[in-house]
């Protein structure tokens, strides 16, 4: 199907565990972006990315990592898990700025 | 203090009722405004943005914003129990995707039959 799909949908890792979350749309829109959701914060920007190969720090980018090598595709890599990573992870990815479409979520569990 | 405020609720009214939520931030530099609807375990989708001040209406649903007074409002008129979902605001500074979304924390709706 057409959209933006994450996987995997549920993870659970244990601290110190090296987790890539994916992140592939269908739209070619240029723009991605990697958010978390937690209670009490909302949703914060992790990382986004303008075009392949161009990508910029958010609100909350420390112990994440990502790259973007195709356009549909951006992963993110947590390099060393801690607990204070668990969270829901929202993949989105625009044309726009305020246009975003967003995936259906990552559930991290950081033991 | 968070560039944006929005107080997390949980809201609930009876269906029917005309529901009003609300956003204040603290950035002037804000020019695009939106309101994104999240229902449980689902990601967010836009419901409705606008440019600078001024109302916008769809359907059930009427965006304003207070650019002097820095706050923008959502109201959903004859609500449903479908309404039921976190509705979370978002402002941006310009169009371009490289000028991010700042959210809101969300109010969580509950609209009872």
């Known amino acids: 199907d057409a959209g933006i799909t994450q996987s995997p949908r549920y993870k659970i890792t244990e601290t110190g565990r090296q987790v890539t979350l994916m992140c592939h749309q269908t739209w070619s829109h240029s723009y991605m972006f990697w958010y978390r959701q937690d209670l009490g914060h909302g949703l914060r920007l992790i990382y986004y990315?303008?075009?392949?190969?161009?990508?910029d720090k958010g609100e909350v980018p420390d112990g994440y990592v990502v790259s973007r090598s195709k356009t549909e595709n951006f992963p993110l890599t947590l390099e060393s898990a801690t607990r204070s990573q668990t969270s829901v992870y929202f993949c989105a990815s625009s044309m726009s700025s305020y246009e975003q479409y967003f995936g259906p979520g990552t559930r991290l569990t950081v033991t | 203090q968070k560039e944006v405020e929005q107080d997390p609720g949980p809201l609930s009214v009876p269906e029917g009722a005309i529901v009003s939520l609300n956003c204040t931030y603290s950035n002037s530099a804000f020019q695009y405004f939106m309101w994104y609807r999240q229902y449980s375990r689902k990601g967010p989708e836009l419901l409705m943005y606008?440019?600078?001040?001024g109302n916008k209406e769809d359907g059930r649903f009427t965006a304003q914003v207070d650019k002097s007074s820095k706050y923008i409002s959502l109201f959903i008129r004859d609500s449903q129990p479908s309404d039921s979902a976190t509705y979370l605001c978002?402002?941006?500074?310009?169009?371009?995707?490289?000028?991010?979304?700042?959210f809101g924390k969300g109010t969580r709706l509950s609209v009872i039959a």
């Open positions: 606008t440019y600078s001040s």
């Open positions: 978002a402002m941006s500074e310009g169009h371009s995707g490289n000028t991010p979304l700042v």
């Open positions: 990315s303008a075009a392949a190969d161009i990508t």
